[in-house]
């Protein structure tokens, strides 16, 4: 049986994840209206892994026998004013999940629920990732600067994400 402060949190977990999926949406349709497909792309396949973590969560609440309750999902922005200016809030999102899922495990510890502090190890590597692959397109944006020919060679790369 989940404990019901770890129940809560990871509730507003989900609502986290699914929010993400929805920001990525938003960014991948942005990134449609300014015609960089594989930015577009990218973003897409993004808001897919999301959504793959908020089941991740959904499921194990399940599992252990607890109440998974959903919540309003908060619209996202739907403009930026350049590439660079989405991905700096990819990472800064990134970073900010990345806090929560620290919180989470910190709270796995206080309440010494050893099942939750070992699901979400799988979480603390893929946030890894998450931030890895989020500053990698961001210190390349930066590093082309206003270059158009790299921002399309960027464009490509990204489009080829699966
Ligand atoms: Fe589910 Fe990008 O953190």
Redesign the pocket.
Known sequence: MLNKKIQDTINTQIN??TY?AYLYLSMSAYFESINLKGFANWMRV?AQ??LV??MKFYDYVNGRGGRVVLRMVEGPPSEWNSPLAALEHTYR??QK?TGMIYNLVNLAIEERDHATHSFLQW?IS??VE?EASANEILQKLKLLGDAPGGLFMLDRDLATRE
């Open positions: 986290a994840e993400s993004q892994e999301e973590h908020a999102h990134e999940v979480f893929e946030q998450e």
